[in-house]
């Protein structure tokens, strides 16, 4: 919004300012670098180590308090905060600076660290380098950004004005590098396969469409990287894995990102128990590493990662909530009767299995708050796990439930081709009746199966709810940068 004449006016206030810099032979946005050599976290935490030596310094103004001929300047780095301190008979003419400054310019000072009398890490600014002007305000430092919608929006004031919010993201980083490292010790190949599909396939979620115009296709962002994933299994990488965006054109909820993170991992020679043992070490590893400790405090409730973790029975609770066997429910119409009478709101293009599947998540999932693996799912709504031969209907596929929340699923991985196209084939039917969640036959991935593939383990995590658990966070916007909004008219 342009600024209203009549009223004051921050910006015209700055522009003022900028030109004045300009008149006294200043350009601040002429510098192309500055030689920082010291963080400010640096500074303070090793200050023996920087006590009265020449340092250089570069941040944004977040605070100015004069004192007559003298000023106290904060600036904010990428570590934190550091004080300098000002004097006009140091600084000479360049002590005039402050009277063209404003919060959120942009400086580097270089001067000597010293502490004051209260014993405040300090740097004597002995000259000044004006770096970049800010022509707009930015949130009053004691009451933050405090509007959500405008957070979200512009997460960029949000991290100057919230310092928790750039901990979160720094958790974040600190867990992908936690991850790619426990990986790289058990020989995991980290890949890249494609976002950019002919066919959106691996799991059940409607895609996002695009065209691409030099060879007239249709293609879709992808939903998942599973059977990409496979096809290298297949190649003889038996240990791979990605961590990257998948997208899915669903509704946005505390729980939901069109866009989101996970990590998909695939291990030769091994079964869904091996993930299990896979997930348990990874996240209690990742607990400890990050608080020191194998428990964390999500909102309110103390959630315990020393494994092992309860196993419970997808179909063995859904009948201890409900009262009904799974395979008792055998049609659509009945699957729809029963999550009316249990008060489950269902897509009326659902099929039976994704019906019940809902209705699992309604009255079975919630109550799974300790990390949980819910295991042995029927066999028609894990078309990709291969069937547990103790119970031909059921699954090797398990999900980790942590807070009432789905934040992994793994199986035994289908490796049978004649199999995996029965199960594709079942599915094409609720897709011609116009279930949009179904994927297309992968004839590529089936001829890739038909060459042969190993047993093998694999598993999804979804990396943004991880991070949710990790920072305490309620809203999964809370732990994207740049979250999906919908535009302001």
Known sequence: ME???GHFNPRAVRLDKLERMRETGIEPFLPTQYDVNALSRDIVDEFERFDQKTVAIAGRITAIRRHGRAAFVD????????????????LGVGFALLDHLDLG?????????????????????????VLAKSLRELPEKHHGLTNIDLRYRQRYL???ANPDVRRVFEVRGQTLAYIRQFLQERHFLEVETPVLQTIAGGTEARPFRTHHNALGLELYLRIAMELHLKRLIVAGIDRVYEIGRVFRNEGISTRHNPEFSMLELYQAYTDYRGMMELTESLLQGLVVRLLGRPDLVYQG???N????YARVDLVERLKEKTGVDWHRVTSRKDAQD?????????????DRAQVMDKIVGAVVEPDLIQPTFLWHH???????????????????RFELFVAGRELANAFSELNDPLEQRRRFFAQQEARTQGNDEIPPLDEDFLLALEHGMPPTGGLGLGIDRLIMLLTDSPSIRDVILFPTMRPLA
Do not use: N, Y
């Open 378 to 396: 029927p066999k028609d709504i894990s078309p990709l796990a291969k069937a547990d031969p103790a119970h031909p209907e059921l699954t090797e």
């Open 338 to 350: 029963l999550a009316a009478t249990l008060g489950v709101t269902v897509d009326p293009g659902f």
């Open 105 to 129: 310019d942009f400086v580097g000072i270089r001067g000597t660290v010293f502490k004051t009398r209260r014993s405040e890490v300090t740097v004597k600014a002995e000259s000044v380098t």
């Open 3 to 5: 600024d209203q004449p």
């Open 75 to 90: 600036l904010l780095d990428t570590l934190g905060r550091i004080q300098t301190h000002w004097r006009e008979d140091v």
């Open 158 to 160: 949000d991290l100057i």
């Open 301 to 303: 409730t103390t959630l």
């Open 305 to 308: 990662f020393t494994p092992p």
